[in-house]
């Protein structure tokens, strides 16, 4: 079995809880493996460890001040930020949680996580009625929202003598999820991959327009993950929407727009992820300036279609994902959508429930393969299910 911990770095940021001493053994058994371990730790974690301990078994100095810097940069939080493959914060707790998930930065673990692009996984151990803390609750959801891995904890006896969800995930799990995480980060290296996002908006006048409710919320966290693994990523969108940088953005506004741009780029990529809600119709005649309501009573709107960007593109040779937005037969309709715009993959999802699909922050999707593969998700943080999308792209982009 392939080595995936071989030569990685890891940065592994140990906070004050019980179960810090837990990480000895996490960072003994990566060593083992090959991986160069660089150990970050609070005051509050030293009261559980030793700093000994740990540069004893990763034969690095244990980092834990922001200013007793031993880096080339002689700046370490910025130097590990940049340079690990992965940072793990085990255990993390409810202070470290709220720490980074609103932006503070005032010890050597919160400010190098800061200051990373690379992925994250945090492993929360504390008390139960603390996990179950409204606040903790809240910023857990937004880190996850941000991108964050959580390695929920599990339930079970807990150092208060109290049962309940607080226990620091076991020491497997872990290192599986550090494994995981470390074996798709450049999983997509060198592939180029389009992603429309949003909904186009199709002009009545200069200032009116036929729209639709998608926020490109979808389409953008597709763009960030296949970004993270390592893919060049094109972003057609609609959307003002934040996006990282290394993701090249084109906005646009109409389903025409959307469509010469991806007409122009679509020869030069291995797979296209049509995110986009595409407005199907617009209308026959555009005015110029602000039609003024005066004197009209009715007005009569024609509506013309609008390409289908899919079919356009049916030969392309690159792979083809589709989504499928419905309120009714969603399969027979996904399917559906599958063979007539041979498409390699459809992403079907119900926009007739407000928990999820447009403008939510959550989604829950079908996805079926031209193979005939089905991979129902949970209701999930988008960027969550932006993740399973792409880990189904995988088993068929080569
Ligand atoms: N699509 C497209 N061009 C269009 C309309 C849709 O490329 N003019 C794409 C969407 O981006 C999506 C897929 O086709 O990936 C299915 O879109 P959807 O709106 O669910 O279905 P339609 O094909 O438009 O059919 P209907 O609206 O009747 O369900």
């Known amino acids: 079995m392939k080595n995936i911990l071989k030569n990685k770095k890891i940065a592994l940021c140990v906070c004050g809880s019980i179960s810090a001493y837990k990480s000895v053994d996490l960072a003994s058994k990566w060593v083992q493996q090959g991986a160069d371990v660089k150990v970050l730790m609070t005051k509050s974690a030293q009261k559980f460890v030793g700093k000994a301990t740990f540069e004893g078994i990763t034969h690095n100095k244990v980092v834990d001040d922001l200013w007793n810097n031993e880096s080339d940069l002689n700046i370490d939080h910025l130097d590990i930020a940049k340079n690990s493959d992965l940072l793990i914060v085990s255990p993390i707790t409810a202070n470290m949680i709220s720490k980074i998930a609103h932006g503070v930065s005032d010890d050597i673990i919160s400010t190098t996580l800061l200051a990373t692009e690379k992925p994250i996984i945090i492993a929360p151990a504390m008390d139960g009625n603390m996990y179950d803390h409204f606040a903790v609750k809240k910023n857990i959801e937004l880190l996850k929202k941000n991108g964050v891995i959580v390695l929920e904890p599990e339930s079970g006896y807990l150092a208060s003598g109290l049962t309940g969800k607080g226990r620091l995930r076991n020491q497997e799990e872990i290192t599986a999820e550090v494994e995981r995480v470390l074996s798709i980060a450049d999983d997509l290296k060198g592939k180029n991959i389009l992603i429309s996002a949003g909904g186009t908006r199709e002009p009545i006048d200069s200032v009116r327009f036929i729209g ?106 690159c ?50 393969t031209k193979k005939g593969d089905i991979f129902k998700s949970d209701i999930e943080n988008k960027k969550i299910i932006a993740s399973n999308i792409i880990d189904k792209l995988k088993t068929i982009i080569n």
């Open 319 to 368: 792979i083809k994902i589709g989504f499928a937005a419905e309120t009714s037969n969603h399969d027979e309709f996904g399917v559906n959508k599958l063979n007539s715009k041979d498409l390699d993959m459809i992403v079907i999802n119900d926009v007739s429930n407000s928990q999820i699909g447009f403008e939510s922050d959550y989604n829950q999707v079908k996805i079926i």
């Open 212 to 317: 639709n409710r998608s926020s490109g919320k979808m389409g953008h966290s597709l763009a960030e993950i296949c970004s993270q693994r390592g893919a060049n990523v094109t972003l057609v969108t609609t959307s003002n929407l934040f996006v990282p940088n290394g993701i090249k953005k084109i906005s646009v506004s109409t389903a025409e727009e959307m469509k010469v741009e991806i007409i122009n780029l679509i020869d030069s990529m291995d797979c296209i992820i049509m995110a986009a809600a595409v407005a199907d119709f617009k209308p026959e005649i555009f005015n110029e300036g602000k039609v003024k309501k005066d004197g009209i009573e009715k007005m009569e709107l024609n509506l013309v279609k609008n390409d289908d960007i899919l079919n356009l593109i049916k030969d392309s040779k």
